[in-house]
């Protein structure tokens, strides 16, 4: 069974960074990406950056461009979602999910991780 589970969460000062990691346990498994979205208490979840995984392309959603950036360490099977100037409207669990082949849509989900952001 794969599994996803996130770390690096915490609580931060506004203008602060965070360094969130997501990585994949279990069997061996082909996906065609992985992404992180958010979800605050009584609104929707929200995309904020996704990496196909062939070929490293990132996609960010609009609150994120240019203050988050994902990578990855293929040997450790690890993505990493680095936050700066963060803002208290980027509190929120941050979940972590893949997308395996042949799936039509992200079909793992990890548990989250808690982002608090003080003014």
């Known amino acids: 069974q794969v599994q996803v589970a996130e770390s690096g969460g915490g609580s931060v000062q506004a203008g602060g960074s965070l360094r969130l990691s997501c990585s994949i346990s279990?069997?061996?498994?082909?996906?065609?990406?992985m992404g992180w979205f958010r979800q605050s208490p009584g609104k929707d979840r929200e995309f904020v950056g996704s990496m196909r995984w062939a070929n490293g392309d990132t996609y960010y959603g609009e609150h994120a461009k240019g203050r988050f950036s994902l990578s990855r360490n293929r040997a450790l099977n690890t993505l990493f979602l680095q936050m700066n100037n963060l803002n208290p409207e980027d509190t929120a669990v941050y979940y972590c999910a893949a997308q395996s082949v042949g799936a039509r849509d992200y079909n793992i989900w990890g548990q989250g991780t808690q982002v608090i952001v003080s003014s």
């Open positions: 279990g069997r061996t498994f082909s996906r065609v990406a």
